[in-house]
């Protein structure tokens, strides 16, 4: 990168910072809904079929190298938002480029044509789904003697690792400050540290420069992990994080505050259980977290993705079905299908379709999240 880019990236840095301590600043929000005429986006969705509808905000994921024909049938059919991939999708770079131009071919002979969210988890160190950069930790990037230019030089690297294999969205940057050293989300140095300021400077850095090379960046796991013991795994086990509202607010939230001044594309919600915000459901499914603090608080404007629909935290809650109801009821506008099983994906597209036909769910927000999905999508071509 030359100097003139990375003095314009780190121009774009700073001037999110000042949100860190304060309110969201106006017309931050529309930063994270896109471009003006994305955000005006008519939708045209009041006669379309339900299970189209459904399709277009389920995340489809499978086992092995190869994209099955039920996952190429259900893109091909217009109903799939994307897929997301994992280290047992890939077993080298020909390959791959093979699977992502079979899931590309069969999104381009959809009714809409729009392109698919192929996204995977590229975090740097430990959790990278592709092999290459970034190969610092967020842990060793938050503590590097200038963390800024090494959360750049992250975020850069994330956005040409997957642009390279033709994906488009990273599930990251974290932005999980921990409490702990040693906790459930140090263990594996997810976190960039222990100081909110820090972890909003360097994952606004990432974010900013990723998403400067057209890769779209989701801030994670709102409103924070970091208060997480080293065996409290949402993905094992029910999880409940007692944090006062105001350690909550000042703490944990501030990063995402930066964040959605910077204009970051998605936002996913945790399955912890934060009694201070809502007792008796997760995150990802709580209308106090996902509609009141994020996007009522906080003003996010962009496209909201579960975490893992099977996760165990998630156990009490049914079988896939359910759980994709209670994650839309909340306010999700993307659920995430990633137990590698094609069929997981149609379950819930089956049980919002339903809810939606039966008037169960409301068609107009269910339409707007439609329609916030496809924006997503389309500035992504």
Aim: net charge neutral.
């Amino acid at each position: 990168m030359g100097p003139l880019r990375r003095a314009v990236r780190l121009g774009v840095v700073l001037a999110a910072l000042a949100a860190v301590s304060g309110p969201v600043p106006s017309g931050s929000a529309a930063l994270a809904g896109g471009a003006p005429e994305e955000r005006r986006m008519t939708m045209p969705f009041h006669h379309e079929d339900a299970r189209v509808l459904a399709g277009r905000r389920i995340v489809l994921s499978y086992p092995g190298p190869t994209p099955p024909p039920a996952v190429l049938r259900a893109i091909r059919e217009g109903r799939a938002a994307g897929v997301i991939l994992f280290g047992e999708n890939i077993t080298g770079p020909e390959q791959l480029a093979q699977a992502v131009a079979q899931l590309k071919q069969a999104a381009a002979e959809s009714p809409d044509g729009l392109p698919l969210l192929l996204m995977t988890d590229q975090e740097g160190g430990k959790v990278r789904r592709l092999p290459g950069a970034p190969e610092l930790s967020a842990r060793r990037t938050g503590s590097a003697p200038h963390p800024l230019a090494a959360a750049v030089s992250s975020g850069t690297g994330a956005a040409r690792t997957l642009t390279d294999a033709g994906l488009n969205v990273n599930l990251a940057p974290v932005l999980d400050v921990y409490d702990t050293p040693g906790n459930f989300i140090d263990r594996y140095e997810r976190s960039y540290g222990q100081d909110p300021r820090r972890v909003a400077e360097s994952g606004t850095a990432f974010l900013a420069a990723q998403q400067g090379l057209g890769v779209a960046a989701t801030a994670k796991h709102f409103p924070g992990l970091g208060a997480a013991a080293r065996e409290e795994n949402t993905d094992t086990r029910p999880v409940t994080l007692p944090v006062t509202l105001e350690r909550l607010r000042e703490r944990d939230e501030a990063p995402y505050r930066a964040a959605i001044a910077a204009g970051v594309r998605l936002v996913m919600t945790s399955w912890a259980v934060y009694p201070a915000l809502d007792p008796d459901h997760p995150a990802g499914f709580s209308p106090a977290v996902v509609q009141g603090e994020l996007r009522g608080r906080l003003g996010f404007e962009g496209v909201t993705v579960t975490d893992a629909l099977e996760a165990e935290a998630l156990a009490p809650y049914g079988a896939t079905g359910p759980r994709a109801l209670a994650a839309a009821r909340a306010g999700m506008d993307l659920i995430l299908c990633s137990a590698r099983d094609a069929q997981q994906g149609e379950d819930a597209a089956q049980a919002l379709a339903a809810a939606l036909d039966s008037g169960e769910l409301d068609r107009a927000a269910f339409t707007a999240a439609v329609a916030r999905v496809d924006a997503l999508r389309a500035s992504l071509g």
